[in-house]
């Protein structure tokens, strides 16, 4: 039974900072990309930030500088890094694991993060 389980969701002030996690277990981690998507009330699912297996990374430009994704195949847990956050960053932030090799594609059940004073 696959499951991508995600912690570290919360209330933050802007400017602050939390760090999401999510752990993956039923998987062949190692050979999976890991993302994290976040949806906002009213608005599509976008992907905020992605790890290959190789470890590269990418950002959608709203998060660059701001958001740090990391992965740590001992652990199968991925983490996302979240500085300097802003009003428009509330959302629920999912984890996806991707395989394009084993045509699969899993999702975490979301956590809500809510940046406001």
């Known amino acids: 039974q696959v499951q991508l389980v995600e912690s570290g969701g919360g209330l933050v002030q802007p400017g602050g900072s939390l760090r999401l996690s999510c752990a993956a277990s039923g998987i062949e981690f190692r050979i999976y990309a890991m993302s994290w998507y976040r949806q906002a009330p009213g608005k599509q699912r976008e992907l905020v930030a992605a790890?290959?297996?190789?470890?590269?990374?990418n950002y959608t430009s709203s998060v660059k500088g701001r958001f740090a994704i990391s992965r740590h195949s001992a652990k199968n847990t991925v983490h996302l890094q979240m500085d300097s956050l802003k009003p428009e960053d509330t959302a629920v932030y999912y984890c996806?694991?991707?395989?394009?090799?084993?045509?699969?594609?899993?999702w975490g059940q979301g956590t809500q993060v809510t940046v406001s004073s």
């Open positions: 996806n694991a991707q395989s394009l090799q084993l045509k699969r594609n899993y």
């Open positions: 790890i290959t297996s190789d470890g590269s990374t």
